[in-house]
Protein backbone atom coordinates (compact mmCIF):
# COMPACT_ATOMS: atom_id res chain seq x y z
CA UNK A 1 0.00 0.00 0.00
CA UNK A 2 2.78 2.76 1.17
CA UNK A 3 4.50 1.89 -2.50
CA UNK A 4 1.75 2.23 -4.05
CA UNK A 5 1.01 5.29 -2.53
CA UNK A 6 5.13 6.31 -2.86
CA UNK A 7 4.47 5.63 -6.66
CA UNK A 8 1.18 7.75 -7.32
CA UNK A 9 2.88 10.91 -5.26
CA UNK A 10 5.66 10.61 -7.82
CA UNK A 11 3.31 10.03 -10.64
CA UNK A 12 1.27 13.26 -9.95
CA UNK A 13 4.38 15.55 -9.08
CA UNK A 14 5.97 14.16 -12.69
CA UNK A 15 2.67 15.18 -14.79
CA UNK A 16 1.81 18.44 -12.83
CA UNK A 17 5.52 19.78 -13.77
CA UNK A 18 7.18 17.76 -16.59
CA UNK A 19 9.82 16.86 -15.08
CA UNK A 20 12.72 14.45 -16.21
CA UNK A 21 12.78 11.48 -13.37
CA UNK A 22 16.20 10.74 -14.02
CA UNK A 23 17.08 14.39 -14.22
CA UNK A 24 16.83 15.74 -10.63
CA UNK A 25 14.33 13.10 -8.34
CA UNK A 26 15.86 12.62 -4.66
CA UNK A 27 14.45 10.25 -2.02
CA UNK A 28 14.78 11.40 1.42
CA UNK A 29 13.79 10.52 5.21
CA UNK A 30 13.53 12.21 8.43
CA UNK A 31 13.62 11.83 11.96
CA UNK A 32 11.67 14.32 14.21
CA UNK A 33 9.99 15.18 17.38
CA UNK A 34 6.84 17.58 17.75
CA UNK A 35 6.85 20.36 20.26
CA UNK A 36 5.17 18.24 22.63
CA UNK A 37 7.91 15.38 22.44
CA UNK A 38 5.96 13.01 20.33
CA UNK A 39 8.22 10.95 17.34
CA UNK A 40 8.00 11.74 13.23
CA UNK A 41 9.24 9.69 10.64
CA UNK A 42 9.07 11.04 7.08
CA UNK A 43 9.77 9.55 3.57
CA UNK A 44 9.73 12.06 0.40
CA UNK A 45 10.42 12.33 -3.07
CA UNK A 46 11.87 15.77 -4.21
CA UNK A 47 11.90 17.22 -7.53
CA UNK A 48 14.41 20.47 -8.53
CA UNK A 49 13.07 22.89 -11.02
CA UNK A 50 16.15 23.05 -12.73
CA UNK A 51 16.01 26.76 -12.51
CA UNK A 52 18.16 29.61 -10.76
CA UNK A 53 17.33 33.05 -10.21
CA UNK A 54 18.85 35.94 -8.48
CA UNK A 55 22.71 34.47 -9.65
CA UNK A 56 25.43 36.63 -7.79
CA UNK A 57 29.07 35.58 -6.78
CA UNK A 58 27.68 34.63 -3.51
CA UNK A 59 25.00 31.69 -4.56
CA UNK A 60 21.27 31.63 -5.98
CA UNK A 61 18.04 31.33 -5.82
CA UNK A 62 16.59 27.67 -6.69
CA UNK A 63 13.90 25.16 -5.71
CA UNK A 64 12.42 21.73 -5.88
CA UNK A 65 8.28 20.11 -5.67
CA UNK A 66 8.67 18.40 -2.35
CA UNK A 67 6.27 15.31 -1.83
CA UNK A 68 5.79 13.31 1.79
CA UNK A 69 4.19 10.83 3.97
CA UNK A 70 4.42 10.88 7.58
CA UNK A 71 3.96 9.00 10.93
CA UNK A 72 3.51 10.49 13.58
CA UNK A 73 3.54 8.86 16.86
CA UNK A 74 1.44 9.92 20.17
CA UNK A 75 -2.13 9.95 21.24
CA UNK A 76 -3.63 6.91 20.53
CA UNK A 77 -1.53 3.65 20.17
CA UNK A 78 -1.79 3.85 16.40
CA UNK A 79 -0.44 7.48 15.86
CA UNK A 80 -1.54 9.70 12.86
CA UNK A 81 -0.12 9.49 9.22
CA UNK A 82 -0.49 12.93 6.95
CA UNK A 83 0.45 13.30 3.02
CA UNK A 84 2.07 16.81 1.55
CA UNK A 85 3.02 18.46 -1.30
CA UNK A 86 4.54 21.76 -1.04
CA UNK A 87 6.97 24.13 -3.44
CA UNK A 88 10.36 24.75 -1.70
CA UNK A 89 12.51 27.62 -2.67
CA UNK A 90 16.32 27.19 -2.03
CA UNK A 91 18.97 29.77 -1.81
CA UNK A 92 22.48 27.94 -2.54
CA UNK A 93 25.50 29.56 -1.35
CA UNK A 94 28.43 29.49 -3.41
CA UNK A 95 32.47 28.89 -2.85
CA UNK A 96 32.33 26.50 -0.38
CA UNK A 97 33.42 22.69 -0.77
CA UNK A 98 29.97 21.79 0.61
CA UNK A 99 27.34 23.61 -0.39
CA UNK A 100 25.18 25.52 2.66
CA UNK A 101 21.70 26.48 1.47
CA UNK A 102 18.61 27.75 3.47
CA UNK A 103 14.82 26.61 2.65
CA UNK A 104 11.56 27.67 2.87
CA UNK A 105 7.65 26.79 1.58
CA UNK A 106 4.08 26.78 1.89
CA UNK A 107 2.54 23.18 0.68
CA UNK A 108 -0.82 21.14 1.67
CA UNK A 109 -1.10 18.32 3.61
CA UNK A 110 -3.92 16.04 4.29
CA UNK A 111 -4.26 14.30 7.62
CA UNK A 112 -5.41 10.58 8.81
CA UNK A 113 -6.65 11.98 12.30
CA UNK A 114 -7.37 15.51 13.55
CA UNK A 115 -5.96 14.93 16.57
CA UNK A 116 -2.05 14.20 17.00
CA UNK A 117 -0.63 13.54 20.17
CA UNK A 118 -2.03 16.35 22.66
CA UNK A 119 -2.62 18.92 19.40
CA UNK A 120 -6.51 19.21 17.95
CA UNK A 121 -6.27 20.25 14.03
CA UNK A 122 -9.49 21.07 13.63
CA UNK A 123 -9.59 19.38 10.34
CA UNK A 124 -7.46 16.62 8.19
CA UNK A 125 -6.91 19.01 5.65
CA UNK A 126 -3.79 21.71 6.73
CA UNK A 127 -1.11 23.68 5.17
CA UNK A 128 2.71 23.13 5.81
CA UNK A 129 4.85 26.09 6.18
CA UNK A 130 8.64 25.04 6.28
CA UNK A 131 11.85 26.34 7.10
CA UNK A 132 15.31 24.59 6.86
CA UNK A 133 18.89 24.57 6.56
CA UNK A 134 21.62 22.00 4.76
CA UNK A 135 24.39 20.87 3.26
CA UNK A 136 24.52 19.33 0.07
CA UNK A 137 27.66 16.74 -0.12
CA UNK A 138 29.22 14.88 -2.47
CA UNK A 139 27.38 11.96 -4.70
CA UNK A 140 23.73 14.58 -4.66
CA UNK A 141 23.40 13.66 -1.00
CA UNK A 142 21.92 16.73 1.18
CA UNK A 143 21.93 16.27 5.01
CA UNK A 144 20.21 19.21 7.62
CA UNK A 145 17.55 20.24 10.05
CA UNK A 146 14.17 21.64 9.33
CA UNK A 147 11.08 22.54 10.96
CA UNK A 148 7.45 21.96 9.25
CA UNK A 149 4.59 23.53 11.01
CA UNK A 150 1.05 22.68 10.45
CA UNK A 151 -2.12 24.23 10.95
CA UNK A 152 -5.52 24.80 9.05
CA UNK A 153 -4.89 28.85 9.06
CA UNK A 154 -8.26 28.89 11.15
CA UNK A 155 -10.61 27.75 8.05
CA UNK A 156 -11.47 25.09 11.19
CA UNK A 157 -11.86 25.36 14.87
CA UNK A 158 -9.88 24.23 16.52
CA UNK A 159 -6.54 24.85 15.24
CA UNK A 160 -3.94 24.07 17.69
CA UNK A 161 -1.68 23.23 14.55
CA UNK A 162 1.01 21.27 15.63
CA UNK A 163 5.05 21.44 14.38
CA UNK A 164 7.74 18.99 13.59
CA UNK A 165 11.78 19.26 14.52
CA UNK A 166 13.86 16.76 11.98
CA UNK A 167 17.13 15.79 10.96
CA UNK A 168 17.06 15.01 7.36
CA UNK A 169 18.95 13.04 4.47
CA UNK A 170 18.74 12.90 0.72
CA UNK A 171 19.86 11.11 -1.92
CA UNK A 172 19.26 11.87 -5.05
CA UNK A 173 19.07 8.90 -8.15
Known sequence: MKTRLAASLAAIVLACTGTDLAQAAQISGAVGATSQGDMTYRIGMSFDWDKKWLESSTGFLSG???AGYTYWEGG?????HSLSFSPVFTYEFSGFTYTPYLEAGI??????KTEVGDQRLGSSFNFE???GFGLKLPGEQKVGIRAIHYSNAGIKQPND?????????SKGF
Open 107 to 112: GIAAFS
Open 76 to 80: DASGA
Open 129 to 131: DRI
Open 64 to 66: YWD
Open 161 to 169: GIESYSLFY
